[in-house]
C-alpha cells in the first residue's frame, strides 16, 4: 500500500467518534496493517498545547478568524510532524476530525464560509485530503444529550443549538458536495448498530484499493 492511507472520522458533538475509532483501529490491526491513530485539534505537543486554547471554556469567546487560524496553526504541526511522515512510512492513519471539521465548524457554525475556512485549510495541510471520511451523523439534540454527565462542556460543546445545527448542515453539505470521499452512517442507534454500517464501507474500500 504505497503511501499509505488516510481515513478521518467526524461528526456533531455526541456523534460517537472516538469509540468507533477505537473499533476501526482494532479491525484494521487485525487485518494486517499499521495503524496511526491520532485526533484534531492535537497530536503534537503544540497541537495539544493549541487544543486547550481552543477548548477551555476561561479563553473564550474567541473571535472567530482567530479560531480558525488557531486550529489551522495546530493542524499545521500536526500534518507536518506526525501525519505525513505516518502515511510515507506505508501506514493507515485514522483521525478524529480534520479538515471537514473546519468547514462545518467554522465555515457554517461560525459562517466564515466555506471558500475562506477551505484557503485556509489548504495552507495548513499542502493540500492533503482523507481518502475516506466517515461522517457520523446524529441529530443535534441526540448529540449534546450524550455529553450530558460526562463531565464539564468544552468550549464548542457549549455554544447554542442553533450553532450546531449549522454545524450539521454543513457536514451533510459536504456529504451532498463529496460523496465518493465522504461516507454517511446512521449514528442513532447502539455502537454495534453504528459499527456494522462502518464495517460494510470500509471492508469494500479496502478491497478496491488491494487491501
Same mark, same amino acid.
Given at each position: ?39 484534531? /485539534?492535537?497530536? @503534537?505537543? !503544540? ?5 486547550? *486554547?481552543? $477548548?477551555?471554556?476561561?479563553? #473564550?469567546?474567541?473571535? &472567530? ?64 485530503? /482523507?481518502?475516506? @471520511?466517515? !461522517? ?5 439534540? *441526540?448529540? $449534546?444529550?450524550?455529553?450530558? #454527565?460526562?463531565?464539564? &462542556? ?58
Amino acid at each position: 500500500m504505497p503511501g499509505g492511507l488516510f481515513i478521518t472520522l467526524e461528526g456533531p458533538d455526541g456523534s460517537g467518534k472516538t469509540t468507533q475509532m477505537e473499533r476501526l483501529e482494532c479491525f484494521l490491526s487485525r487485518r494486517g496493517f499499521t495503524v496511526e491513530c491520532t485526533r484534531e /485539534p492535537g497530536g @503534537t505537543p !503544540l497541537a495539544e498545547a493549541i487544543r486547550q *486554547l481552543l $477548548l477551555e471554556p476561561r479563553y #473564550g469567546p474567541i473571535d &472567530a478568524r482567530a479560531e480558525i487560524l488557531l486550529y489551522a496553526a495546530a493542524r499545521a504541526q500536526h500534518v507536518a510532524e506526525r501525519i505525513r511522515p505516518a502515511l510515507a512510512a506505508g501506514k493507515i492513519v485514522l483521525c478524529d476530525r480534520f479538515t471537514d471539521s473546519s468547514i462545518a465548524y467554522q465555515g457554517y457554525g461560525r459562517r466564515l464560509g466555506i471558500e475562506l475556512v477551505r484557503q485556509v485549510n489548504n495552507l495548513a495541510t499542502g493540500g492533503l485530503l /482523507p481518502d475516506l @471520511t466517515l !461522517l457520523i451523523d446524529v441529530p443535534v439534540e *441526540l448529540g $449534546l444529550a450524550r455529553l450530558r #454527565g460526562k463531565g464539564p &462542556a468544552d468550549r464548542l460543546e457549549g455554544e447554542d443549538l442553533d450553532f450546531h445545527r449549522r454545524v450539521r448542515r454543513g457536514y451533510l453539505e459536504l456529504r451532498r458536495l463529496e460523496p465518493q470521499r465522504v461516507r454517511l452512517i446512521d449514528g442513532t442507534g447502539s455502537p454495534d448498530a453504528v459499527w456494522s454500517q462502518i464495517e460494510k464501507v470500509v471492508e469494500p474500500w479496502l478491497e478496491a484499493r488491494g487491501g
